[in-house]
Each structure stands twice: as C-alpha cells, then as structure tokens.
C-alpha cells in the first residue's frame, strides 16, 4: 500500500511539479475560460436575436420570413456536432484566419445561440399573454411591449437555464485543440506524450474541469434561491 502512495506521488511529480508543468495546465485552463466567456455572451446576443425573430409573425398570424430564416438556423445548429462546426470553421470559412480563440469563439458562439434562442423562446411564451395586452392597451407598440414589460419578466425564466447552458459549454470547449489551441485538454495529452503517462495528467484535468463546474453550480443555485425568494414577495 505504502509503494503505491509513493507510485502515486511520483506520478503527480512528473505531471505537475517536473519542469513547473503546473503552469502549463494553468495556461490551458485560462484559454478554455476565454473561449467559453466569449462564446457565452455571443451565444446570448445571438440567441435573443434568433428567439425574437423566432416569435415574429406575420398579421395574418402566419411565420414571417425572418421567424423561418431563425427557424432554419436553429435546426442546422443543433442538428450538427458541435466539432463537425468547429472544423468547418477553422478549414472552411475562416481557413485564412489563424487565430484559433477567434475561430473558436464564433463557431462555439454560434453553436450556443442556437440553444440560447430556444431558452428565451421559452421564457417569452411563459409570460402571461395579459401582459402583452395590457402593454398594448396602454398605447404601447409591439415593440415596446416586448422591450419594457414582457422581455424584464422573461429574465428571471431564462437566466437558470442559460447558465446551465454555460456549464455545458464549457465542457464542450474540449475539443478546441483540432484548431490548435491548448486548453485544458490538450495541455494534459501534451503531458501524457512528454511522461508516457495517462492516468495523473487526464485525472487532473478532470479534476479541474470538475473544480470550476462546481463553482458555477453553487453560484446558479444561489441565484435560482434568489430568483425565487423575489416571486414570493
């Protein structure tokens, strides 16, 4: 038992203390936090762009052309893998650009609008259609009726939700090293090749990745304690 502590230990030595390699999982860890950041809040820009355009009829009650247009880029989206997206942006329409958190952060953004659009989607409809009218009966446009009364509503539905949808795609930013960028994972297979050695180098990363959604867990929870406190004054 006391061989296998002292294996343990050599093993934690060679994959992070051995030539200051903790600093490598550090610096991998900031690109993995910078590409889900960003994407975050263009997945959220994007996403209430498409969840408006989703909602938008004609007067005939019929789905205009921009609700098909949102339509149709949700269903592309979330009916491809997120690292078949990935590689399409790094090797088709940005194959000139070799700034891989730029190419990340559109593809991963993009990805996450499209989930993004269907949270607010949600969260709009869940508002009681007597607020619309009463907006409108106040000699407010459809517009403002959304802008001043249905959308702040709307907030407390959709910001669980869209932070759980940060969560996961901070998990789905694994996959950034196809365009060459070392975060987190990749870091712990550059250590794995350099000490021939799977176990401790993946086992940290994981622990990492676990530490971080943890905290993110506990914060989301707090504020959806909060959120509720709020609708039972």
């Known amino acids: 038992m006391q061989s296998w502590f002292i294996h343990v230990g050599e093993m934690f ?3 992070f203390l051995k030539e200051d390699r903790w600093k490598l999982y550090l610096g991998g860890l900031g690109v993995t936090l910078k590409v889900a950041f960003f994407a975050a809040i263009l997945g959220v ?3 209430t762009v498409a969840a408006l355009m989703k909602l938008s009829v004609k007067k005939n009650g019929k789905p205009s052309v921009r609700s098909i247009i949102a339509t149709i ?3 592309i989206i979330r009916g491809t893998p997120s690292v078949v997206q990935l590689l399409i942006m790094w090797f ?3 194959k000139n650009c070799r700034n891989g958190v730029l190419v990340a952060v559109l593809s991963f953004g993009i990805n996450s609008g499209a989930y993004v659009a269907e949270i607010i989607r949600a969260g709009i409809l869940a508002v009681d259609q007597g607020q619309t009218e009463a907006g409108r009966s106040l000699g407010l446009s459809q517009a403002q009726t959304m802008m001043y009364i249905v959308i702040p509503q709307a907030i407390k539905n959709v910001l669980p939700p869209i932070g759980n949808e940060f969560i ?3 998990k789905e930013t694994a996959i950034v090293g196809y365009v060459s960028l070392s975060d987190l994972t990749r870091v712990a297979n550059q250590v794995s090749s350099r000490t021939y050695e ?3 180098p993946l086992i940290g990363a994981a622990v990492i990745y676990f530490v971080i959604i943890k905290i993110l867990s506990i914060l989301l929870s707090k504020l959806e304690r909060r959120l509720r406190k709020s609708d039972r004054r």
């Open 13 to 15: 030595q060679r994959a």
């Open 45 to 47: 820009i994007l996403g």
């Open 73 to 75: 880029y949700i269903d």
């Open 92 to 94: 088709i329409i940005m």
């Open 168 to 170: 996961v795609l901070l």
């Open 198 to 200: 799977a176990f401790m």
